[in-house]
Each structure stands twice: as C-alpha cells, then as structure tokens.
C-alpha cells in the first residue's frame, strides 16, 4: 500500500474513533484529529531529514498514537486493523492509568525505549506539536511542569531522531514565553 493510503485509511480510523467521544483540541472548537495530522506532519518532514526511516510505520503511529489513551479503541482492534507492531507501539505511547500520576510519563518512556526508533520519534513530534501557547486554564506551576515533563522526554529519548531533538529543543525554549 502506498504511503497516501496508508494515511487515508489510518486518519479516517482515528478521525472516527477521537469523534466518537466528541474531542476537541484544548480551548478550541477543532476536532481532535487537528493534533494527530499535526504530528503526522512532523513525522513527515522528519522522515525527509532522517536516514533508514520507515515513514509507513511512523506515520500510523502517529495518527493512532492517542487511540488507546482516549477512546474506547482496544489493543485487539488496533492489532486486527493495523497489526501487532502497530498495536504495540501505540500501546507503548499510552500512559497507564493504573499508575500514579507522577510515574506514568516515566513508566510510557521505558516502554518506548523498547520500541523502534519510529516511536521514539512520534512521542517527540507529540510533544513538540503539544508545546503551542497553553490552555488558559493552567496556572504557572502546570506549565512549568509541562516544560520539565518535556525535557525529561527530550533527555530519555536522546539517540531517536536527531532531527526531531533539535526541534524539540527549540520548541522547549520558545515555550519558556509562557510561563509567568
């Protein structure tokens, strides 16, 4: 299957799934499917930059990459429609809400660790896509703690793309103008 269908068919699947529950970007009227075509975005020009990278299996995981974190989409759908290597590396990029708060960005990034390196690279075209101007609704605190949870992503996936790094790194410092 070529990469264009590869999207189509993966959008149209998570598109659907991220309206069922109704989800909008944070302080906006935008459907949620906004965020996952801006990470794919990412991944796109990330594989132009990058060597020995397999945009077909990046890509995927970028648009599914929030399937199982928020909606009803299970690991066994995912793994019946897009098969067990995507299933598992957007299980890999689900926190786990069976743990505390605190310990599921670091729980996520060890799982990530063991992944492809393609995962690696959308957990950081998620966050440098996520580091726009905060939700009004975050206090000081809640930023900062965004920026850190940032440079720890950063720190831990040091190695997956060099590409990706770089822009995240810039994003971090950019983002510093939103915090009071």
């Known amino acids: 299957m070529n990469i264009q269908s590869i999207y189509q068919k993966t959008i149209l699947f998570a598109a659907h799934k991220h309206s069922e529950k109704n ?10 499917v906004v965020h996952l075509s801006n ?17 077909n299996f990046a890509i995927q995981i970028a ?3 929030d399937t199982l974190e928020d909606t009803a989409t299970t690991f066994d759908e995912l793994e019946l429609e897009f098969g067990t290597e995507i299933a598992e590396g957007v299980s890999a990029l689900t926190k786990n ?3 505390p708060k605190e310990e599921r960005m670091l729980d996520s990034l060890n799982r990530i660790s063991s992944q492809r390196k393609e995962v690696w690279a959308v957990k950081l075209a998620d966050r440098i ?23 720890t992503i950063l720190e831990k996936l040091k190695g997956g793309n060099q590409y990706l790094e ?15």
């Not at 990470?39 to 020995?52: H, P, Q, R, T």
């Not at 770089?166 to 009071?180: F, M, P, V």
Request: proline share 6%; charged share 30%.
């Open 129 to 151: 896509t996520n580091l726009q101007k905060p939700p009004k609704s975050w206090d000081s605190l809640k930023k900062r703690k965004y920026k850190n949870e940032a440079e």
């Open 63 to 65: 648009l599914l990459h």
């Open 23 to 32: 989800q909008l970007l944070p302080d906006s009227q935008l459907p949620y």
């Open 97 to 99: 809400g069976d743990l």
């Open 166 to 180: 770089n822009r995240l790194q810039i994003k971090i410092q950019e983002y510093e103008s939103h915090i009071d």
């Open 39 to 55: 990470v794919a975005m990412e991944i796109l020009i990330a594989a132009n930059n990058s060597k020995e990278f397999d945009l």
